[in-house]
């Protein structure tokens, strides 16, 4: 039987990487969900200090994770630069 919460997961990614752009919302970083599917925008709260700066001008590789922050999916960077395109 599949439950609502593992319904919610596949929308939203848990697991999944994707290369987004950052901006600054009440002092949180969030990123447009890049899923048309997902109900929720990701806020960036994991793995900041691998921003050079905040918000980043270039794109960066978040992570979703499994919780919700302030009403949007949780997401950790994993990689920041160009480098990492």
Do not use: C, F, K
């Amino acid at each position: 039987m599949t439950s609502i919460r593992d319904l919610l997961g596949e929308a939203v990614g848990v697991g999944q990487r994707y290369r987004l752009r950052l901006e600054e919302r009440d002092g949180v970083l969030i990123a447009a969900h890049p899923n048309d599917s997902s109900p929720m925008d990701i806020a960036v709260v994991e793995g900041l200090d691998r921003l050079e700066e905040r918000p980043p001008t270039d794109p960066v590789t978040v992570e979703i994770v499994d919780r919700v922050v302030d009403g949007r999916i949780a997401g950790r960077v994993v990689a920041s630069g160009p480098q990492n395109a």
